[in-house]
């Protein structure tokens, strides 16, 4: 079947440090991946988006990376922040003709002073 | 720019009424709007895809008599949930797509705050 699984728990991490957060796809071959962030009883917001053919993406602190043989994508938060607690998801989109979006799960992210 | 209004943002009713959510694109036209649901700690689930004019698509699983959809404009799309029951409780998220700038790839959806809605 296909999935898409983020990991479930929550990650805790020190502020400053760099939060890793992946991103693990089965049966599909997407053309492009995005990151989206989500707080608590909103809609998500778009972060970063990676086509299959890029290896790395970056945006500030951000950074997302695209490994279509490992059938992963990572996303990297550096110098983490306490405003950046907040739940990321994955989605997945299968070609470009198609507006149509696959999400995970999400990751909960909290960052401690 | 680039904002998406939902509204209600809560709305509480009895089994059996009908609720209407309205999503509405404020400063872009938007071809193309999604419904989505999201039940605590899962994922979005795409209800249906709703272009401006046509018929909106539903996803398998999703009763379009049930969920009723109209984009009656580039800037609104509405959905209704006919005679509710409490397994309808959830969150309802809407995004939309803009009409200009979809470069290739790019694809990028703008999502409403969402709609928390509680049948009793």
């Not at chain 1, 599909?28 to 707080?39: E, G, H, I, K, T």
């Not at chain 2, 680039?2 to 404020?26: D, F, N, W, Y």
């Not at chain 2, 699983?61 to 309808?88: C, M, Q, R, W, Y």
Request: aromatic fraction near 10%; hydrophobic fraction near 35%.
């Amino acid at each position: 079947s296909q999935k898409i699984e983020q990991n479930s728990e929550a990650l805790n991490i020190q502020e400053g440090k760099t939060a890793t957060l992946t991103c693990n796809y089965t049966n599909y071959s997407p053309a492009y991946l995005q990151w989206y962030r989500q707080d608590p009883g909103r809609g998500p917001v778009f972060l970063l988006l990676i086509r299959e053919n890029e290896k790395e993406k970056r945006k500030e602190r951000l950074k997302v990376t695209f490994d279509t043989t490992l059938k992963q994508s990572l996303f990297h938060i550096t110098a983490s922040q306490p405003a950046d607690s907040a739940t990321y998801l994955c989605a997945l989109a299968r070609s470009y003709n198609t507006d149509k979006l696959i999400f995970g799960t999400g990751t909960r992210l909290q960052v401690f002073p | 720019g680039a904002v998406v209004s939902q509204h209600p943002s809560r709305v509480i009713c009895k089994s059996g009424t009908s609720v209407k959510i309205e999503c509405r694109s404020l400063d872009f036209q938007a071809t193309t709007m999604f419904w989505y649901r999201q039940f605590p700690k899962q994922s979005l689930m795409l209800m249906a895809t709703s272009n401006e004019g046509s018929k909106a698509t539903y996803e398998q699983g999703v009763e379009k008599d049930k969920f009723l959809i109209n984009h009656a404009s580039l800037t609104l799309s509405t959905l209704t949930v006919t005679s509710a029951h409490p397994e309808d409780s959830s969150f309802y998220i809407c995004s939309a797509r803009a009409l200009q700038g979809n470069i290739r790839g790019g694809n990028e959806q703008f999502f409403g705050p969402g709609t928390r809605l509680t049948v009793l």
